[in-house]
């Protein structure tokens, strides 16, 4: 609710009551006619507070002094009876002021009595500052405590995207080593193709018609000598070329790229998977 608004509804506009019109001294009236009455309104007021208060009942003590104030301002003890009240209510502030309406009446306090409301006033106002610092102390920790979860959120969000970046470069190298692999493939695929023998074929011609007709007489079969066994094929040797690799190479000896671990098995200063294969390089190519 705006503050223009708040105005607007407190503002005095209410309609009076139907009476006489004010004349700003209706309590001292009141006062007058029930004096007329033979009642005496403001001892019976004190001394029914004064009983009150005695009993513990402080609000009603305080409503009866706070009538007796509207009679008669000017009344000194029903101040100084209002300021005690005040002061066991712990109102201490409220007490300070009765007790100096009190003084202006020419009613002496009781010795010391403004002394101790002034130091309650004191305490009750360093505990207030204490409670305010101690509020402030919480709501700085938990702003200092806030700050630091959100550096910590923040180095978090950090890592996590440098740990996406890096997840998008592995994906990124992972694609380019299976298209290399992939035209890798290929090329190999290309290189066995056009690397592999290739065997001529067979021309028989066919007989002329005059030919056919000639009985040829069967040559005599040749006799059987004794067979011998062949002799034993030593290894190989094999000198590096360019562009030759191990899988060329089992191809050309073996008819299959896959046995090149034999080539290698046969060879060790290639090193571990032939990475030591160099041009010129002299092997030896295993049965």
């Given at each position: 609710m705006s503050e223009a608004l708040a105005a607007d509804l407190t503002t005095f506009d209410d309609a009076a009551r139907p009476g006489p019109a004010p004349d700003g001294d209706a309590p001292a009236r009141f006062g007058k006619v029930l004096g007329e009455a033979g009642i005496h309104v403001p001892s019976t007021l004190y001394n029914e507070a004064l009983a009150l208060a005695r009993e513990g009942h402080l609000g009603q003590a305080q409503?009866?002094?706070q009538m007796l104030s509207c009679l008669d301002p000017d009344d000194g003890e029903a101040l100084l009876l209002l300021a005690k009240v005040h002061?066991?209510?712990?109102?201490?502030?409220e007490a300070l002021g009765r007790l100096d309406g009190a003084l202006a009446a020419g009613v002496v306090p009781p010795a010391g009595l403004r002394e101790s409301l002034e130091s309650q006033i004191r305490t009750e106002r360093l505990r207030?500052?204490?409670?305010?610092?101690?509020?402030?102390?919480?709501?700085?920790?938990e702003l200092k405590a806030l700050?630091?979860?959100?550096?910590?959120?923040?180095?978090?969000?950090?890592?996590?995207?440098?740990?996406?970046?890096?997840?998008?470069?592995?994906?990124?190298?992972?694609?380019?080593?299976a298209i290399a692999a992939?035209?890798?493939?290929?090329?190999?695929?290309?290189?066995?193709?056009?690397?592999?023998?290739?065997?001529?074929?067979?021309?028989?011609?066919?007989?002329?018609?005059?030919?056919?007709?000639?009985?040829?007489?069967?040559?005599?079969?040749?006799?059987?000598?004794p067979v011998l066994a062949p002799a034993p094929a030593?290894?190989?040797?094999?000198?590096?070329?360019?562009?030759?690799?191990?899988?060329?190479?089992?191809?050309?000896?073996?008819?299959?790229?896959?046995?090149?671990?034999?080539?290698?098995?046969?060879?060790?200063?290639?090193?571990k998977d032939g990475a030591k294969l160099a041009l010129g390089m002299e092997l030896t190519i295993p049965e």
């Open positions: 409503a009866r002094l002061a066991n209510q712990g109102r201490w502030t207030e500052e204490e409670h305010r610092a101690r509020i402030a102390a919480r709501e700085l920790g700050r630091h979860e959100t550096r910590n959120l923040r180095g978090e969000t950090i890592r996590l995207e440098v740990e996406v970046g890096e997840t998008k470069d592995r994906e990124r190298a992972w694609k380019g080593v992939g035209i890798f493939g290929s090329l190999i695929i290309v290189v066995l193709m056009l690397t592999a023998p290739k065997s001529s074929p067979v021309v028989v011609p066919l007989p002329t018609p005059h030919e056919a007709a000639v009985v040829v007489a069967p040559a005599p079969a040749a006799v059987p000598g030593g290894p190989r040797l094999h000198t590096i070329k360019k562009g030759e690799t191990l899988g060329l190479l089992a191809s050309k000896y073996y008819g299959k790229s896959s046995r090149w671990q034999k080539i290698l098995d046969a060879n060790p200063q290639l090193g």
